[in-house]
DNA sequence: GACCTGCTGCGGCGTG
């Protein structure tokens, strides 16, 4: 320590607490960041791997501060997306924090109301709080807000990457600048993330409008050694039976299951299938081996359909010392609970994004001089005369090499940080009025739209469209003297606990075993009593689905298929359709493929040669005609778009868009896109103007249809990308 | 053919 310059600037105190700790040396984040935290005096983004101390690098200089007063009656606001992270690091910091004397408060909704009271008597100290319950705060208690935050002198962001591009980070942004607002001074933010992409663009975020005042603190990923394998997998061709029922069950998960028992026992990895669906699967694939073996499970699931209960047994076998449990998860594992290191990671079919697969990887060979182990498993179906075109290209492997490879390159997706979320506008201008019994519209435009306001894009004439549409609705009505108020529908809305919450949530079933709750199911599923079905990795007979309760009781039997989750599919970016382009060329060449994958990536390569895709943008499958753009899902949208305005039928299909010939010929579509390409991009209104079935955000109904389109297009579509394609390509295409 | 996250106030009743 006697090195470190970083070290003696904390209080004393807080030294001592370190001493005492047994830490040898401050971590590089943490150095850096205690001389920019310190003085309170401006914002800053700490960007580290993980388990590289970032709490600490903005909590010791945080507490160092408070302590400076006497007495230290200073807050610090810790906002975090998780609940399960709020109790994590209320454990680190009370052992902390109990010899300062400087009180610690968790507050979310599992926390009981007589301490949020305690709390409300002397806020001061560490409040570790959620988004939904900073605006319950603000909705209940807004006259007193200023008072209660009077002391504040830091919010604390934790997984500030997070929030970044969705709903629920506009409505982080809107909540600190009305605490601004309401203190009338500028809080200092402080944003801690794993590491970022682009910096400049999370010190906007962080700070809108002012973002180049943000400090930067970027420690970067200790580069350690990655051990890959991409393994192939061929579904065999059964016709079907005259009297087969339904889709039949693959046979080669069992094959996949089998390899992964013989490479993960006796350690801790994680298994990540891509769905709900294929976790109950392989849990139950993986624990029948352990039981024809005659051992103990030791395979797990973790989605965001069990119970907590279910969740916490996955957890904490992770967590056991003896180091012998994997668990089969969704991105439930990928993001902050502390699991500790796993051995290896082993990913099923490509992954939703290559940020995600980073952040997956970066779970494993976190112990010194271990390496990192990624095994990527993909299935492909047997090769026939009636193979459609994704099958003989093998895009989902191929996918899965682009999107490794890019990660290995330390390549990944920029964070979409252009949607409107006008959404959350409606919340948050809700909200407003909550806080302030009533505002005046200037001064709800001023707050929410102006210059370094979260929705500083919205213009005048729109914001009074707004506020015209939510009267017809009766979320607002306006005073004579100008005052805006609840409408009888707002007051409804506002005064339940479900208004807190940014982003919507699919209705659910409850599933309940001799009164155990096993967790739940969408409420789209079709169910009857007799019916059987996987969850929690194991079968379970439906007997009684009680609609009125939203409740399905089942008891344990044996044989079943796993349940149908229902929603939409990932956005491939464009930079991935363009490694899996250089890919099926030969210009790259996946070193980590084994003898199955590499004859899939061989076999694709041909199929592009004998189409001519290099040339070729238009293929004929039939009853339609793909077009190969190669472009990320966001332009291939807007170009689908634009062929719907034309009346023609298309689909997002892959890397490329299916268009229906009904009348007209493949020449005649080529003719169109022909023409397209000659034409300016229209205004999303116009682009959108027949699209029904783009209410994606929670609000998206109370919008007025203008500017539901132009939210829908901004979060969607990349129009500018598309007509570059087209400007370039479609002309060929005739 | 996807995944994840979150939630108050208050009245009524029983117990120490």
Redesign the pocket.
Known sequence: MSDSKSFFLLDERIRRFIWTQGWDQLRPAQEAAIPLIVEADRDVIVAAATAAGKTEAAMLPALTHLLRREPADGLVVYVS????LINDQFGRLEALCADLDIPVWP????IA?SQ?TRFLKAPRGVLL?????LE?LLV??GHAIAGTLARLAYVVIDELHSFIG?E?GKQLQSLMHRIDLALGRRVPRVGLSATLGDMNMAADFLRPGCGRGVAMVNSGRGAGEVKVIVKGYEEPFVPREGDARGPREPSTPAQVAQHMYGVLRGANNLVFP????EVERYTHLLNSLCKADGVPPEFWPH???LSKEIRTDTEAALKRTDGVATAIC???LELGIDIGPVKSVAQV??P??VA?LRQRLGRSGRRKGEPAILRGYSIEDAVTVESDL?VRLR??TVQLAAMVGLALEGWFEPPVTNGAHLSTLVQQLMSLIAQRGGVMAAEAYRDLCGPQAPFSGVGKADFAALLRHLASKDLIVQEEAGLLLHGGVGERIVNH?????A???EEEYRLISGGRPLGTLPLSQALVAGQRILFAGRTWRVDEVAEKERTIYVTQTKGGAPP????????VHTRVRQRMREILRGEVEPGFLDPTAARFVAEARRAYADLQLDQVVLVDSGAQVRLFTWLGDAANEAIVFLLLSRGLTATLA?PGIDIQKGEMSEQGIAAVLADLAGCEIPQPEQLLAGAANIDREKWDWALPDVMLRRSYASLRLDPNEASAWLAEHAKSAA
């Open positions: 997306p998780l609940k399960a507050w979310h909704g599992d109301s949020k709080i959620t988004p939904e319950s319950a209940n208690r969705s629920r891509n769905s709900r669906r989605h965001g359909s969704t991105n439930t079919g490509p939703s994004s995600g994704d895009v989902s606990y479900s208004f807190y919450a982003f919507a949530a149908l989750f229902t929603g939409e599919s990932g956005r892959g």
